[in-house]
């Protein structure tokens, strides 16, 4: 056994009560001494990486790029997952079948917490915005998710897809939670046009981007229920979600070891065994909350100060630009883009507009000209057909 104390070593029916109870229950703490030991003796990778180390805070932080390198140890079918929705440059996870299951456990805590009358039979509908342009069907094959005494049932809408076919299957379904790409929810809300409150959403609960105050109160308007947004990363699981009770973003710190170095989150997954990761690097910035807070969930709270999701370009003098630099999102009639980097150095700028595009063309190559210099680049029409397509606004490279 990994580490004893994750809830994912007790039965599958328990782990909806065990969540419950222990975001309920005073503080666990984490033996880190402890924690770095199993991993000193967990394979020669770790065992190499701790050598002479004794103090947590001395571990050295897992970059992604470091990934690949952590030995996979397993006694049942691994399966990968691309991080392609959070990360430019995609990282390989690799969890088996009874970890997945956990991760899954873990993302619908929250939950268990939010104002969720469920239908008879206690269902609970939920229409999750995905990348890609395809919509599921309203009488799509079911794979129900049992969990805390309910019965999820899930249907699926890309972000590209024409409002009106993703407003046609929340009409037909009628889902009280509505989850997925935070900007992708956005962008349905302000293409639509239309009314969405009586349409019985109860939870608009986004993840995979930071939710900015601009998209918060366009969302609570536009449904008129309240927003909870949710904080994790493809490699680490659900770190963090934002509490019905007191609308700060609690930690999973029972399941994860979070700290918010200063070079980024380091997040320490403790119901990963496959392929551990130990103080594992993301871009983002937190800050924990010195006081203790009155609410009834007891996890710790932090403030997320930074998403940082997106890659650096260099420019052909090999200068960095930053990925703040591009608001192609401004130019009329463009509805989604992409601006990736090839190793060559050379620049693909994807796009998606209202045809024709011949003025959009001209707005874009003259603005990414001003921003990046140096540089071939290349338009290239449907942003959706990029393996790596995501969100509506993206900057990825294959040079940083
Ligand atoms: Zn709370």
Redesign the pocket.
């Given at each position: 056994m990994w580490f004893s104390d994750s809830s994912r070593y007790l039965h599958r029916p328990e782990w909806a009560d065990a969540l419950h109870s222990r975001a309920l229950s005073d503080r666990i703490e984490i033996d880190l001494s402890e924690c770095l030991e199993v991993f000193r003796h967990r394979d020669e990778f770790y065992a190499d990486r701790l050598a002479g180390v004794s103090d947590w805070r001395d571990i050295p932080p897992l970059e992604k790029s470091e990934l690949a390198a952590v030995p996979v140890n397993a006694s049942e079918a691994v399966h990968e997952t691309r991080s392609s929705g959070t990360t430019g440059d995609q990282a390989v996870v690799r969890n088996t079948v009874s970890e997945r299951r956990f991760r899954q456990a873990l993302a619908y805590r929250p939950f268990l917490f939010y104002p969720i009358a469920p239908a008879p039979d206690n269902i609970i509908r939920q229409l999750v915005f995905v990348d890609g342009a395809d919509v599921e069907p309203a009488d799509k094959v079911q794979w129900p998710f049992e969990f805390g005494g309910r019965t999820y049932l899930t249907w699926r809408a890309g972000i590209a897809a024409a409002p009106d076919r993703i407003h046609a299957l929340l009409q037909l379904v009628r889902p009280q939670v509505l989850r997925g790409l935070t900007s992708g929810i956005v962008r349905f809300v302000e293409e639509l046009h239309r009314p969405l409150e009586g349409l019985g959403v109860q939870v608009v609960s986004p993840s995979g981007e930071k939710l900015s105050d601009e998209w918060r109160a366009s969302l609570r308007e536009a449904f008129a229920t309240p927003v909870l947004d949710r904080y994790g990363a493809t490699e680490t699981g659900s770190m963090a979600w934002q509490?019905h009770?007191?609308?700060?973003y609690?930690v999973n710190s029972d399941e994860i070891i979070v700290e918010a170095g200063v070079e980024g989150v380091l997040a320490t997954p403790l119901f990963i065994e496959s392929q551990p990761l130990l103080r594992y690097r993301l871009d983002d910035r937190i800050q924990f909350h010195e006081a203790e807070?009155n609410?009834?969930?007891r996890l710790p709270?932090i403030t997320l100060l930074e998403a940082r999701r997106d890659d650096w370009i260099i420019d052909g003098a090999g200068l960095k630009v930053s990925p703040l630099s591009f608001q192609f999102e401004r130019v009329t009639g463009l509805k989604a883009w992409h601006l990736h980097q090839l190793n060559t150095g050379e620049l693909r700028l994807y796009f998606d507009g209202e045809t024709p595009t011949g003025d959009i063309q001209q707005q874009l190559a003259k603005q990414l000209q001003h921003i990046v210099s140096g540089r071939d680049y290349e338009l290239v029409e449907g942003v959706w057909e990029l393996e790596r397509g995501g969100k509506f606004k993206r900057v990825t490279s294959d040079l940083t």
């Open positions: 509490c009770y007191c609308h700060d609690h807070k609410c009834r969930v709270t």
